[in-house]
C-alpha cells in the first residue's frame, strides 16, 4: 500500500484484518510498520481460540493483510495531506 501511495521513507500504522493464510483463521491487525532503508515490523494482530472463546494477540514479522485495513501513512514531513481511498 505505501508504494501505491508513493510513500517509501516513514510509517505505516492502523487496524486490518490480519494475513489469514498465515494466522490460519481471521485475525485482527494492529499495523505498525517503519518503511525505507531499515524497515521494521512491529505487527501484532488478535484472534479468538474457537475451543474456549478466549483471546490472544502475538507479534508477527508479515507486512501483509487480508481483505482490507485503514492505514495511516506518513513520510515524516510537513505539507499537504492527501486523502486516497483505494479499492482492490
Same mark, same amino acid.
Given at each position: 500500500?505505501?508504494?501505491?501511495?508513493?510513500?517509501?521513507?516513514?510509517?505505516?500504522?492502523?487496524?486490518? #484484518?490480519?494475513?489469514? %493464510?498465515?494466522?490460519?483463521?481471521?485475525?485482527?491487525? $494492529? /499495523? *505498525?510498520?517503519? &518503511?525505507?532503508?531499515?524497515?521494521?515490523?512491529?505487527?501484532?494482530?488478535?484472534?479468538?481460540?474457537?475451543?474456549?472463546?478466549? #483471546?490472544?494477540?502475538? %507479534?508477527?514479522?508479515?507486512?501483509?493483510?487480508?481483505? $482490507? /485495513? *485503514?492505514?495511516? &501513512?506518513?513520510?515524516?514531513?510537513?505539507?499537504?495531506?492527501?486523502?486516497?481511498?483505494?479499492?482492490?
Amino acid at each position: 500500500m505505501a508504494g501505491i501511495a508513493g510513500v517509501s521513507q516513514g510509517l505505516a500504522v492502523g487496524a486490518g #484484518a490480519g494475513p489469514w %493464510p498465515e494466522i490460519g483463521t481471521n485475525s485482527e491487525m $494492529m /499495523a *505498525n510498520v517503519r &518503511l525505507g532503508d531499515d524497515p521494521q515490523v512491529k505487527t501484532y494482530v488478535a484472534k479468538v481460540n474457537p475451543e474456549d472463546g478466549s #483471546a490472544s494477540t502475538y %507479534p508477527i514479522k508479515s507486512d501483509a493483510f487480508a481483505l $482490507m /485495513a *485503514n492505514l495511516y &501513512l506518513s513520510n515524516g514531513k510537513p505539507g499537504k495531506v492527501c486523502i486516497m481511498e483505494l479499492i482492490k
